[in-house]
């Protein structure tokens, strides 16, 4: 059955007189299984009354008999953890974990099971209309309840719900997506399943729209917003604190750990359009020396490097000076004991603090670079420029706001989900 079938259908007493209709329908969350139908609220002229599943004859559409000729009218008054179905979750959003989007609930699937009816799948596809009128509800294929988190940002639930594991368990760009896209009851709640795990939010924070990005942090302590830089790159930790007001920054970078503030601080006296502006701060160098199987395991251990910069294995002298760079893919390609002097390219395409990101971007793409070397006037090694740095730094901001491609449960999106059509923030 449809919850949209059973909603207005009439209450009937032992002797036939209708009693009421249909107003909503309980359910009882049970972590990980199907909701329960734990009774129904009906309405009696102006009251809204409960009434007990065991108390129904049969759970069925048309209209519903009552083995007693009388009902309890106490107004209907929600208990704790109880789910209203068309009141909490038609017309509501929830998340679709397949794929990572904000979508919304349209009608309700009933089935019986041994326990009793329960709630097994969801349609969230809009329904068609006719002239201005909905069409007959149930049309569409139902997905299964388990696909999607419900009831985000649904106050009366929050203590009786499973926290959201599977949304820790999705990419930051697609948290980023979700909190974009939702409302501020919403995003709050994915923030604080987020914030359970300090390196996950502080890659979401990464991946967030600038704008929302400042206002989130407007909610947060100075020492609270720290703690997300301290966590975050360094040069997307600078963009953040350069979008905080004016007078707050002094205090998020006091509360800072010093060895991120000295990074922060670093990159913050670099022109933001320019190479020393985008550039990371965190790479791995070898020395000439080095062979090719030290140099591979030292990647396979730097866990706490962004997996971007470790494309690249930078070969420099005592001084830092730059003499060479050799891929990873170079360096698997070589034999074991290779030094890094052998197999490394010894000049290397390199910019300097100072050149403009579009110079960048043209460079990278002439030669067909993935990461692209800073080095001072000395040639001293002072950043990295991976390639997600130059392409979030030449997107122009209004093709970041493009409208997504239409899912492909609605009617235009035709076999989108084949192609595959995640966003990215």
């Given at each position: 059955?449809?919850?949209?079938?059973?909603?207005?259908?009439?209450?009937?007493?032992?002797?036939?007189?209708?009693?009421?209709?249909?107003?909503?329908?309980?359910?009882?969350?049970?972590?990980?299984?199907?909701?329960?139908?734990?009774?129904?609220?009906?309405?009696v002229?102006?009251?809204?009354?409960?009434?007990?599943?065991s108390?129904?004859?049969?759970?069925?559409?048309?209209?519903?008999?009552?083995?007693?000729?009388?009902?309890?009218?106490?107004?209907?008054?929600?208990?704790d953890?109880?789910v209203l179905?068309?009141?909490?979750?038609l017309?509501?959003?929830?998340?679709?974990v397949?794929?990572?989007?904000?979508?919304?609930?349209?009608?309700?699937?009933?089935?019986?099971?041994e326990?009793?009816?329960?709630?097994?799948?969801?349609?969230?596809r809009?329904?068609a209309?006719?002239?201005?009128l909905?069409?007959?509800?149930?049309g569409?294929?139902?997905?299964?309840?388990k696909?999607?988190?419900?009831?985000?940002?649904?106050?009366p639930?929050?203590?009786?719900?499973?926290?959201?594991?599977?949304?820790?368990?999705?990419?930051?760009?697609?948290?980023?997506?979700?909190?974009e896209?939702?409302?501020?009851?919403?995003?709050?709640e994915?923030?604080?399943?987020?914030?359970?795990?300090?390196?996950?939010?502080?890659?979401?924070?990464?991946?967030?729209?600038?704008d929302?990005a400042?206002?989130?942090?407007?909610?947060?302590?100075?020492?609270?917003?720290?703690?997300?830089?301290?966590?975050?790159?360094?040069?997307?930790?600078?963009?953040?604190?350069?979008?905080?007001?004016?007078?707050?920054?002094?205090?998020?970078?006091?509360?800072?750990?010093?060895?991120?503030r000295a990074?922060?601080?670093?990159?913050?006296?670099?022109?933001?359009?320019?190479?020393?502006?985008?550039?990371?701060?965190?790479f791995?160098?070898?020395?000439?020396?080095?062979?090719?199987?030290?140099?591979?395991q030292?990647?396979?251990?730097?866990?706490?490097?962004?997996?971007?910069?470790?494309?690249?294995?930078?070969?420099?002298?005592?001084?830092?000076?730059?003499?060479?760079?050799?891929?990873?893919?170079?360096?698997?390609?070589?034999?074991?004991?290779?030094?890094?002097?052998?197999?490394?390219?010894?000049?290397?395409?390199?910019?300097?603090?100072?050149t403009?990101?579009?110079?960048?971007a043209?460079?990278?793409a002439?030669?067909?670079?993935?990461?692209v070397?800073?080095?001072?006037?000395?040639?001293?090694?002072?950043?990295?420029?991976?390639?997600?740095?130059?392409?979030?730094a030449?997107?122009?901001?209004?093709w970041?706001?493009?409208?997504?491609?239409?899912?492909?449960?609605s009617?235009?999106?035709?076999?989108?989900r084949?192609?595959?059509?995640?966003?990215?923030?």
């Open positions: 059955m449809h919850l949209a079938g059973l909603l207005g259908c009439p209450l009937l007493s032992s002797t036939g007189e209708a009693v009421g209709k249909v107003d909503d329908l309980i359910v009882r969350l049970r972590g990980g299984d199907y909701p329960l139908v734990t009774g129904l609220v009906a309405r002229g102006k009251r809204r009354v409960f009434i007990p599943v108390e129904i004859a049969e759970l069925r559409t048309g209209n519903m008999l009552l083995p007693r000729a009388r009902v309890d009218l106490r107004s209907f008054e929600r208990r953890g109880e179905l068309r009141e909490d979750i017309g509501h959003r929830l998340i679709d397949a794929d990572a989007e904000l979508v919304r609930a349209w009608d309700i699937e009933l089935r019986p099971s326990e009793g009816w329960v709630v097994s799948c969801l349609d969230t809009r329904p209309r006719l002239f201005g909905v069409r007959t509800p149930g569409h294929p139902c997905r299964d309840w696909a999607f988190e419900p009831l985000v940002g649904h106050t639930s929050a203590l009786v719900r499973a926290p959201f594991g599977r949304v820790r368990r999705l990419k930051p760009a697609q948290i980023a997506n979700l909190i896209d939702a409302s501020r009851q919403e995003g709050e994915i923030l604080d399943v987020v914030h359970a795990d300090p390196e996950l939010e502080a890659d979401v924070f990464e991946e967030l729209n600038p929302l400042a206002r989130l942090f407007g909610d947060k302590s100075d020492g609270e917003v720290a703690e997300v830089l301290a966590h975050m790159r360094a040069d997307d930790a600078a963009d953040a604190l350069t979008d905080l007001p004016q007078n707050r920054r002094q205090a998020v970078l006091d509360a800072l750990p010093l060895a991120a990074r922060i601080l670093t990159l913050l006296g670099f022109n933001a359009t320019s190479a020393g502006g985008i550039m990371g701060i965190e791995l160098t070898g020395p000439p020396d080095e062979t090719v199987e030290v140099a591979v030292r990647i396979r251990d730097a866990e706490r490097v962004q997996p971007e910069a470790l494309l690249t294995m930078h070969v420099v002298d005592e001084v830092r000076r730059l003499m060479g760079t050799v891929t990873v893919i170079g360096l698997l390609q070589a034999t074991g004991d290779c030094t890094l002097a052998e197999v490394a390219d010894a000049d290397p395409v390199r910019v300097t603090p100072d403009d990101v579009v110079d960048v043209l460079l990278m002439d030669y067909n670079l993935m990461t070397p800073v080095v001072d006037d000395d040639n001293r090694l002072i950043g990295v420029i991976t390639v997600d740095d130059i392409l979030e030449t997107i122009p901001d209004d970041r706001r493009r409208e997504p491609p239409p899912h492909p449960d009617p235009e999106g035709g076999d989108a084949a192609a595959g059509s995640t966003s990215a923030s």
